[in-house]
């Protein structure tokens, strides 16, 4: 384990009597220990993330499942507490502990204006939700900080099976010019098709991945505010088989935009929260009537829900049901007959 973790260029090593202060140790700093311990008798790998109170019990995420439980093997191994051997704090135990790997790897830097193929939940999204798989996907040491995605690409031409989005942190509203970085690899796509969702609409630019190794490829510039849009890639580019690639994305600034509010005389509209479970809830106040289509787009663009509203002056409340939708990423596209803007949805 240990040379499959520093293969993944995080510095790793075996220790072949770990003892509990120890592993405790690496869990206060904030690493992770991986272990192989006696829960099962052919021996398990088990992820220790952290401590339950000052006992001797131990928060594991467990690739099984979770022991406590009916069932196990399961799908509920997402911090499983375990006791250490030896201690009995009402878990099952750890049995033995054979050996452990440290493993102390850097904080990916924060999302800004370069949205890398690592900064998952900050920026970066790779879908292996069905119909995908993580099994879908491959991973290379090249390309932009040396770590790249890929998959296959499939026939089909609107509908993804595997794909990724990039949502930036800009520091402000205006236009900026969109580059993608393109790792060298075999067989690559020749009609990769990126969409970039900006104030305003998407475009859709086809590219031949060949063209471009390891280099930084513009698609154009295009309005962005400073808290919406977003670029997507989908594996269905017509042709089976060729491996498309997934790196960084990077938003250029070009310089300021006339902007508008979402109307000529209202306030921006207030999303309450942007985790929603089954209803969206938007907040207005406008200083005189105006026209307002809601669309809860899927994140390659498909349209699953819409509907259109006056909104009256003054404060007023619409709520969306987005009860018979999966859970998912979501864009909310607000409307009105002189803009446009997004809002990016969770639903959970």
Same mark, same amino acid.
């Given at each position: 384990?240990? @040379?499959?973790? =520093?293969?993944?260029? &995080? ?15 690496? %869990? ?22 952290? /401590? ?22 399961? +799908?509920?191994? *997402? ?20 050996? #452990? ?11 800004? $204006?370069?949205?890398?193929?690592? /900064? ?12 995908? #798989? ?22 089909? /031409? ?11 942190? %800009? ?18 796509a020749q009609s990769a098709r990126y969409q970039v969702y900006y104030t305003g609409g998407?475009?859709? &630019? ?8 390891? /280099?930084? %490829?513009?698609?154009?510039? +295009? ?14 580019t017509g042709t089976q088989g060729r491996h498309i690639v997934f790196d960084a994305v ?25 985790? &929603? ?7 207005? =106040?406008?200083?005189?009537?105006? *026209?307002? $289509?809601? #669309? ?9 829900? *819409? &509907? *259109? @509203? ?5 404060p007023t409340s619409i709520n969306l049901s987005i009860a018979h939708l999966p859970p998912?990423?979501? +864009?909310? %596209? ?15």
């Amino acid at each position: 384990m240990a @040379r499959y973790i =520093d293969n993944h260029n &995080i510095a790793a090593w075996r220790d072949s009597s770990p003892t509990f202060e120890e592993v405790i140790g690496e %869990l206060n700093q904030g690493y992770p220990h991986s272990m192989c311990v006696g829960l099962t008798a052919a021996g398990h790998l088990v992820l220790a993330v952290g /401590q339950v109170l000052n006992w001797h019990t131990l928060i594991f995420n467990d690739p099984y499942g979770n022991k406590n439980t009916p069932g196990y093997p399961s +799908y509920d191994g *997402k911090y499983a507490r375990y006791d250490w051997p030896g201690y009995n704090n009402g878990y099952e135990n750890l049995n033995y502990v054979y050996w #452990s790997v440290y493993s102390h790897g850097d904080w990916e830097p924060a999302t800004d $204006t370069i949205v890398d193929d690592l /900064q998952f939940n900050d920026g970066f999204y790779l879908h292996t939700n069905s119909p995908s #798989s993580m099994a879908y996907w491959w991973d290379n040491l090249i390309g932009y900080r040396n770590h790249m995605w890929w998959t296959y690409t499939t026939h089909a /031409q609107g509908i993804d099976t595997c794909y990724a989005t990039w949502d930036p942190v %800009l520091p402000k509203g205006g236009l900026y010019e969109v580059f993608v970085y393109i790792p060298q690899v075999s067989n690559p796509a020749q009609s990769a098709r990126y969409q970039v969702y900006y104030t305003g609409g998407v475009d859709t &630019i086809i590219v031949d991945q060949s063209q471009h190794p390891n /280099q930084w %490829l513009s698609l154009g510039i +295009y309005p962005f505010t400073d808290s919406t849009g977003y670029l997507y890639l989908g594996d269905a580019t017509g042709t089976q088989g060729r491996h498309i690639v997934f790196d960084a994305v990077c938003w250029d600034y070009r310089g300021p935009e006339i902007e508008e509010d979402i109307s000529a005389n209202a306030s921006k509209p207030l999303l309450r929260t942007n985790v &929603i479970t089954d209803l969206i809830t938007l907040n207005f =106040d406008l200083t005189e009537a105006n *026209k307002i $289509t809601l #669309s809860v787009l899927t994140v390659d663009g498909r349209v699953v829900k *819409k &509907i *259109k @509203r006056l909104i009256p002056a003054g404060p007023t409340s619409i709520n969306l049901s987005i009860a018979h939708l999966p859970p998912a990423v979501y +864009y909310l %596209l607000i409307t009105t007959p002189a803009h446009s803007t997004h809002l990016k949805l969770i639903k959970i």
